[in-house]
């Protein structure tokens, strides 16, 4: 257990597989001006989680902490905050890339990248919440200002962005393609999906045509690609933010639009969010779910790629 001054987190100090992760007593954060402290009662598992943790990424060399996800409960407000005191539940997502460190006991940060967390959720489903759908939302609404009736691909539409990518565009009233193994073809038309192409078997840009926005999930070759079933000024938004420039030269020939986007934290965005979890429109999927200790296990799983929805990190 941590002492008043220390906290529990997940740390490592080398690069490499999920045995490089390791449980670790670091000071606990105190929140500075316009700044709330969390306890941390659940934290996502991203794909960028598992990323950092082989390759260093955007963060360089270790040791440092992961995690972007937050749900928690409001231990303390500095100077100026007036949305939130002490004991409120808040969700939300860390500024992406520089303000991971929430697998950990505590964070403490702005409380602008906050909201209140659903009261028809729990802490281990908003903690899955608000890097994935903060992502498609960005993406999907911000971006690419999908409208009713518009027809929107979604590639890896059953993973972590994916599946919470599909309820989003639902609730803006389109219609829904989606590529996924087949065996996870049930899963995503109990989600909404209108129609489901299986990758493995199936050439999407063969399958599909005539559509408005497409999310890319996957980057490389599938972001080109992905311009050929567009319609006239359609647009693909791609996740991944660094990759060829055939794909903006391809887009510019066939008379269409590209764009690469990074996540970053937002409360309008987590307030939309919010607002979707509470109408009942949004949801997420819960692959699995880790005591704080059992990180590098969540990371195993994840390194797989064969999970379906997130996987979620709780702190007693």
Do not use: C
């Not at 490389?220 to 050929?228: A, D, H, V």
């Amino acid at each position: 257990m941590s002492t008043v001054n220390t906290m529990r987190a997940i740390s490592q100090d080398d690069l490499g597989g999920p045995e490089v992760l390791k449980e670790v007593q670091v000071p606990r954060p105190e929140p500075r001006t316009n700044e709330v402290l969390v306890r941390v009662r659940a934290a996502g598992v991203n794909p960028t989680d598992w990323k950092h943790r082989a390759t260093g990424g955007f963060l360089g060399k270790p040791p440092f902490v992961l995690g972007w996800d937050v749900s928690g409960v409001v231990e303390a407000v500095g100077i100026g905050v007036a949305r939130f005191k002490p004991g409120d539940e808040v969700f939300g997502m860390l500024s992406y890339p520089f303000g991971h460190g929430s697998h950990a006991e505590y964070v403490s940060a702005p409380a602008r990248w906050f909201a209140h967390k659903p009261a028809s959720i729990d802490h281990t489903e908003a903690g899955a919440l608000p890097l994935v759908s903060l992502t498609a939302w960005q993406a999907l609404v911000e971006y690419a200002d999908l409208q009713p009736g518009q027809r929107v691909l979604i590639h890896a539409a059953a993973g972590g962005v994916g599946h919470v990518a599909v309820q989003i565009a639902k609730a803006r009233g389109a219609y829904v393609i989606g590529t996924a193994s087949a065996g996870k073809h049930d899963f995503l038309r109990g989600i909404g999906v209108d129609e489901a192409i299986d990758y493995r078997e199936t050439e999407f840009t063969e399958a599909v045509k005539d559509v408005d926005v497409v999310l890319d999930t996957i980057g490389g070759e599938t972001s080109t690609r992905s311009l050929r079933v567009l319609r006239p000024g359609g647009i693909v938004v791609s996740i991944l933010p660094i990759g060829s420039d055939e794909f903006h030269e391809e887009a510019e020939r066939l008379g269409v639009r590209s764009l690469r986007m990074l996540v970053d934290a937002s409360h309008s965005g987590m307030e939309a969010i919010a607002a979707l979890v509470e109408a009942g429109k949004l949801s997420a999927t819960i692959a699995g779910t880790f005591p704080l200790a059992d990180a590098a296990e969540a990371h195993a799983l994840g390194d797989t790629g064969r999970t379906t929805g997130k996987l979620v990190l709780t702190v007693d």
